[in-house]
């Protein structure tokens, strides 16, 4: 048991923020006795208080500053927590900051809570936010980048309050912050074991799991659950086996098809549908460069069958780049044009085209198969490549993928963020296009997007959006799909109701009595 001197740091050390009345000898004693019981109650309890979740790939990292993907994502925000964060309905509320304040246009001001501790049993203070927000800047492929061209300085006034200020009015830092955990000074979790203040502590990592359990410091309310088992099964039919034996609690990521056998093993529950399906190009190889070809693809997509007949009302079709319920998002859009005929025309035009070699994750098999379906009936001669999800993401990460699908979430639930991500050249030096992975370039987006850090109000940044996103829905650097639901199985035992956003946050888990 290689964690109990861990917890034995984190109790002495939350005994030294909560009973500083009662002596040194005496909070020792206590804390200790505590220990053992909580230990064995964790031991003998195991089960009973633990709960399995299965994932079809494990996280991309264990470091919080490093990639942006929804299984890493959730798993980390277990076990990290950063400034300010967002509720279940992708509302900004405090976490690790009691509260803040806007100075000026440029200046907030952020105090942070008393007496949080961090899994090794340091206790939380300004220079580990000041760490926190600097480091991903510093990390050379960092997906985390977005704030270094709009950090000016970060200081501390004393160990509870941080002072920031903006190169330029920034109307959504809350947002930006939401997105950076706060990790201890000096500390690497990209060497090291994960360090956050979140209300599970790492344990152990093996080849095809992973699990935490819970944190007898966290600063707020104990989760029920005391350990956390993640599971990493990339076969559908053995995540659906293990279900089946009552050997996991929640499976994620079913396929549409299995939508009719999940019902008669568990419960099914199905998210809001905020994950975009996209198909990505190379756009520096043709046919891809070509926005005759990509406009063909587009017209040649039946979404609405897609999403009825594929997905099995399990999607909804997509109209632009960002999705509902994000700020940006643009209620008035027209849904696009399904029209196979006009798609062979281009096609045609574009004279003999090469096999195009469509590439997915197998765990999406039933998406690539009918994109492949739609392609192959505007003309275009299509192989397949039904890739393992470690493989997919090599290829992908490499830069060795010519046409590919792929699924992207809101970063930030703003909008911006996610379109310079994903839309503006590729200038890491700055933080700018870090997830733009298909060469897509274009000055007047570049000029648009960079100028909305100098708007002052929600109104404005609102019109520069629309003509954004005019650009890009006139070039379709890539193009979108769906946004479609992820679908679960939920054993009998536990309470669990789905977040917007999609995180399975072990804390908000009820074990049934």
Not at 67 to 74: A, F, P, V
Not at 309 to 331: C, K, L, M, S, T
Request: include cysteine; aromatic fraction near 12%.
């Amino acid at each position: 048991m290689k964690i109990i001197g861990l917890v034995l740091v984190n109790q002495f050390s939350c005994l030294r923020q909560k009973s500083k009345h009662i002596s040194i000898y005496l909070k020792a004693s206590f804390f200790f006795s505590l220990i053992m019981l909580s230990f064995l109650s964790v031991s003998c309890n195991s089960k009973k208080k633990s709960i399995v979740i299965i994932y079809p790939q494990a996280p991309r990292s264990l470091d919080c500053h490093f990639r942006k993907e929804l299984i890493t994502l959730t798993i980390l925000n277990n076990i990290y927590e950063p400034l300010v964060s967002f509720d279940e309905n992708m509302k900004i509320i405090p976490t690790l900051a009691d509260y803040w304040e806007r100075i000026d246009s440029l200046m907030w001001i952020f105090y942070l809570r008393d007496g949080i501790l961090f899994h090794n049993g340091k206790e939380l203070n300004a220079n580990d936010v000041i760490y926190s927000l600097y480091r991903p800047l510093r990390l050379p492929r960092s997906e985390f980048k977005e704030l270094q061209g709009v950090l000016d300085t970060i200081l501390s006034e004393n160990p509870n309050k941080i002072v920031i200020k903006t190169k330029t009015p920034r109307t959504f830092l809350l947002y930006d912050l939401a997105l950076i955990d706060i990790i201890p000074e000096g500390s690497n979790p990209a060497t090291e074991n994960p360090v956050g203040t979140g209300p599970y502590h790492f344990v152990e990592v093996e080849e095809n799991g992973l699990t935490l359990e819970e944190f007898p410091g966290y600063w707020c309310k104990r989760p029920q659950i005391k350990r956390v088992y993640y599971r990493f099964v990339s076969n559908y039919q053995d995540r659906i086996r293990i279900f089946a034996e009552g050997k996991a609690d929640i499976i994620t990521h079913m396929p549409i098809t299995t939508v009719d056998e999940l019902e008669k093993i568990g419960r099914v529950v199905a998210s809001a549908g905020i994950a975009a399906r996209y198909l990505e190009f190379n756009l520096n190889k043709y046919p891809f460069n070509r926005r005759e070809f990509r406009l063909a693809v587009n017209l040649g997509i039946d979404r609405e069958s897609m999403a009825k007949d594929v997905y099995r009302g399990y999607a909804v079709p997509a109209n632009q780049y960002i999705e509902p319920g994000v700020f940006g998002y643009d209620p008035t859009r027209k849904h696009f044009d399904y029209n196979p005929d006009s798609a062979r025309k281009l096609i045609k035009q574009l004279g003999d085209l090469p096999v195009i070699e469509l590439e997915y994750a197998n765990v999406k098999y039933f998406i690539g198969e009918a994109l492949a379906e739609e392609l192959q009936n505007i003309g275009l001669k299509i192989d397949t490549d039904s890739l393992t999800p470690d493989d997919y993401w090599q290829r992908i990460e490499n830069r060795l993928s010519n046409c590919y699908i792929i699924s992207k979430i809101p970063n930030s639930y703003e909008g911006i963020g996610d379109i310079t991500s994903n839309f503006h050249t590729f200038d890491p030096r700055r933080g700018l296009g870090l997830q733009n992975r298909v060469g897509y370039s274009n000055r007047q987006l570049d000029l648009l997007i960079e100028s909305l850090p100098l708007l002052t109000n929600q109104e404005q940044v609102a019109k520069k959006m629309v003509e954004i996103q005019d650009i890009l829905l006139n070039d379709l650097p890539m193009i979108p799909v769906v946004w479609e639901k992820n679908i679960y199985c939920v054993s009998d035992r536990i309470s669990w109701v789905l977040r917007l956003d999609d995180f399975i946050l072990v804390k908000d888990i009820i074990i049934k009595k």
